[in-house]
C-alpha cells in the first residue's frame, strides 16, 4: 500500500469515529430534550451528518467504485425519506398537543389550523 | 399496445393496455436500472438487462400519474446547494451541541415561513432541505399558500427565529436554481416577503 492509501485509511477511519460521536450526541440529545418535537431535533439531524460521516470513512477505506455508488444511493435516500419520517412524526406530535409542559413561545400555526377547521377545510 | 404515441415530454411514450394508461418515462426506467446496478454492486450486461427488465416491468405495473414535475437539473446549482448543505450542516452541528449540553430550559416556537415559490416540487424539495439541516423541523407544509411551519429550538432569542426564516429563504433559493425551472427561478429572486408573516 502506498502513502495515498495509508492516509485515505488514516481519514476513514477519523471520520468513522467523528461519525460515531456525532451518532451519540444525537442520543444523549433525545435523552436530554423534555418533548417529542424537541427530541425529533436531537434525533434526526446530528444522525443525519453522524451516518455522512460514517458513511464518507467507510468509502475511503474500500475505494472502488462501485461501492462509492451504492454508497452515494445509501446517503441518496437517507436524505429523502428521513425528512418525510420526521415531518410526519412532528405533524402528529403537534396535533395532538404534545408541545412541551412550558408550551411555545409563539405559535403561528395554531391560528391557521382553528381557521381551516371553521372553514371545513 | 396498439396505438403507441409519444407523450408530451421527448422521453416517454405512453399507451393503453385494456382499459389502463401506461407509461414508459426513459429518464424513470434508467434510474432505477441505475439503483438496481448499483444494488447488485457489479457492472455486468446481465445486471444491466435485468435492471432494464425489472424497470419497464415496474412501470407497467405500477403506472405513476402523468405530471409535469417541472424538474430541471442545472449541475451547477446543484453543486451550490450540495456545498451549502455540508457547510449548514458542520456549522450547525456545533450549535446542535450547544443546545443539548445547556443547562437550564428554553423555549420552541412554530414559526410560519411563506415561500416564493410555489410548484409543488420545489416546496417538496425546500421542505426536504430544510429538514436536513440542523435548526428547523417542518412540522406542516400548508400547500394553498405555499407556507412552511418549521419548530424552533432556542427561540427565547429573537434572532434565532429571523436567522430561521433568512435560512429557509436561503435554501429556497439555492433549489430553485438547482432544480427549478425558469419561472421558479424568477419567483425566488423576488424580495423575501417583510414584516411578520403570521397573519
Not at chain 1, 467504485?65 to 425519506?81: P, S
Not at chain 2, 403507441?4 to 424513470?28: A, M, Q, T
Not at chain 2, 446543484?78 to 443546545?99: G, N, P
Request: hydrophobic share 50%.
Amino acid at each position: 500500500m502506498n502513502a495515498w492509501g495509508e492516509a485515505a485509511d488514516l481519514v476513514g477511519a477519523v471520520l468513522l469515529l467523528l461519525g460515531c460521536l456525532q451518532c451519540l450526541l444525537g442520543v444523549i440529545g433525545m435523552l436530554r430534550f423534555p418533548d417529542v418535537l424537541s427530541r425529533s431535533h436531537a434525533a434526526t439531524k446530528p444522525q443525519t451528518l453522524g451516518m455522512l460521516l460514517v458513511l464518507v470513512g467507510v468509502a475511503l477505506r474500500l475505494r472502488h467504485g462501485i461501492d462509492l455508488g451504492t454508497l452515494a444511493l445509501i446517503v441518496f435516500f437517507q436524505f429523502l425519506t428521513s425528512p418525510v419520517a420526521s415531518h410526519l412524526v412532528a405533524r402528529s406530535a403537534y396535533r395532538t398537543g404534545q408541545t412541551g409542559s412550558r408550551g411555545l413561545l409563539r405559535d403561528d400555526l395554531d391560528p391557521q389550523l382553528s381557521d381551516g377547521e371553521r372553514q371545513g377545510e | 399496445m396498439s396505438n403507441l404515441y409519444r407523450d408530451r415530454s421527448p422521453y416517454s411514450w405512453s399507451f393503453r393496455i385494456g382499459g389502463g394508461r401506461r407509461v414508459l418515462d426513459l429518464p424513470l426506467i434508467a434510474w432505477l436500472t441505475v439503483i438496481w446496478i448499483l444494488l447488485w454492486g457489479t457492472l455486468s450486461w446481465a445486471n444491466l438487462v435485468n435492471g432494464v427488465v425489472v424497470a419497464v416491468s415496474l412501470c407497467l405495473a405500477f403506472p405513476l400519474p402523468a405530471v409535469d414535475l417541472g424538474l430541471r437539473l442545472r449541475p451547477l446549482g446543484i453543486l451550490r446547494l450540495a456545498a451549502y448543505l455540508l457547510y449548514d450542516m458542520f456549522s450547525s452541528s456545533v450549535e446542535v451541541t450547544r443546545q443539548i449540553f445547556a443547562r437550564g430550559l428554553y423555549h420552541a416556537a412554530v414559526v410560519a415561513v411563506p415561500l416564493r415559490v410555489r410548484s409543488d416540487l420545489m416546496l417538496t424539495a425546500t421542505a426536504v432541505a430544510v429538514s436536513n439541516v440542523p435548526g428547523g423541523s417542518v412540522i406542516e407544509v400548508r400547500r394553498s399558500t405555499a407556507t412552511v411551519f418549521l419548530h424552533v429550538l432556542d427561540a427565547d432569542d429573537p434572532g434565532e427565529i429571523e436567522s430561521a426564516q433568512r435560512s429557509v429563504w436561503r435554501m429556497e433559493e439555492l433549489v430553485a436554481r438547482a432544480f427549478g425551472t425558469a419561472e421558479d427561478i424568477a419567483h425566488v429572486t423576488r424580495p423575501v416577503p417583510e414584516g411578520n408573516p403570521s397573519p
